[in-house]
């Protein structure tokens, strides 16, 4: 039987995977958090993979607190680089097939039309500079592959969704960024397609490609017009408003443009790709939040 193993099982997208796994019963799933596994601990690792193999890794485990990573660096890049290449070092012995999740975060985000996979990166915080570092951890082993996501959100832990969902009944007004422009990404939909991409492996029709791809949900539009859709499909009582970047300044610096291209993972594994709306609609049906 295939083995799978997903790190980073309690977050976002491993829980999503969690639940999906459930309906794939020819795939030996494991799922293991920082409680099962600390991933910057070298010596955990090895023990870990001592005496027992997996067929795929999926890597979810990530340092994500973008605004926090310019304080905490080491941090960061323990989590987010080398544990990457730790991971890979007791992999590479069973050519373990490896799919790794990036982030727009490492293009600059001045650009303006949608990124494609080879694109110059110029990551402008250390979250997007350790994000990095990880890829080319992945790129230097032959069995690696690189799915960068934007804007991801899921029914599971907290983002900008759920934010807006509370805040939305608890202030009588929000104010949301109109000038960064991106796709938001429903979780459980990333997970179907990584699953996708393990099950035309498993059955020969579309083998395993050690490269780099984007994968977001269809569409683009601004925070502002994300809220906004929230705000009506969930019938939410709060007025919001536009405001600029420089409006709402935080530590780390966000990317204006966020969209990328995702025509060479529709063209190679031939998945279908939702609309964000349809994504939000997903999330917010699982929630009991569509009205």
């Given at each position: 039987?295939?083995?799978v193993?997903?790190t ?96 727009d ?68 007004e ?30 020969n029709s ?86």
């Open positions: 039987m295939t083995r193993l997903v980073g099982a309690k977050g976002q997208l491993g829980s999503d995977l969690k639940e999906l796994s459930v309906h794939l019963q020819n795939i030996k799933f494991t799922f293991i958090d920082i409680d099962e596994l600390d991933i910057t601990s070298t010596e955990a690792i090895s023990d870990f993979f001592s005496g027992q193999v997996f067929d795929y890794l999926i890597n979810s485990a990530a340092y994500t607190a973008v605004d926090k990573a310019e304080s905490d660096k080491e941090t960061a890049f323990q989590v987010n680089a080398e544990a990457i290449n730790s991971l890979i070092s007791v992999i590479r012995k069973s050519q373990t097939k490896f799919i790794h999740i990036s982030t975060y490492v293009f600059s985000g001045d650009h303006n039309i949608p990124y494609t996979e080879d694109f110059q990166v110029n990551p402008q915080s250390t979250y997007g500079k350790s994000k990095l570092k990880g890829e080319e951890y992945v790129l230097q082993y032959e069995n690696g592959m690189i799915i960068r996501t934007a804007w991801l959100y899921s029914s599971y832990g907290q983002n900008f969704v759920k934010s807006i969902l509370k805040k939305g009944r608890e202030k009588e929000l104010k949301v960024v109109n000038d960064q422009l991106g796709s938001p990404t429903y979780s459980g939909h990333l997970a179907k397609a990584i699953l996708d991409i393990i099950n035309k492996d498993m059955d579309i083998p395993f490609k050690p490269e780099i791809f984007h994968f977001t949900n269809a569409g683009v539009c601004s925070w502002f017009d994300f809220a906004l859709k929230i705000k009506e499909l969930a019938y939410l009582p709060c007025r919001i408003l536009p405001v600029s970047t420089e409006q709402y300044p935080l530590p780390a610096k966000r990317p204006a443009y966020s969209v990328l291209s995702k025509e060479k993972i529709i063209s190679k594994y031939k998945i279908n790709i939702p609309d964000w709306k349809t994504g939000l609609k997903d999330c917010l049906g699982k929630l009991g939040e569509l009205r």
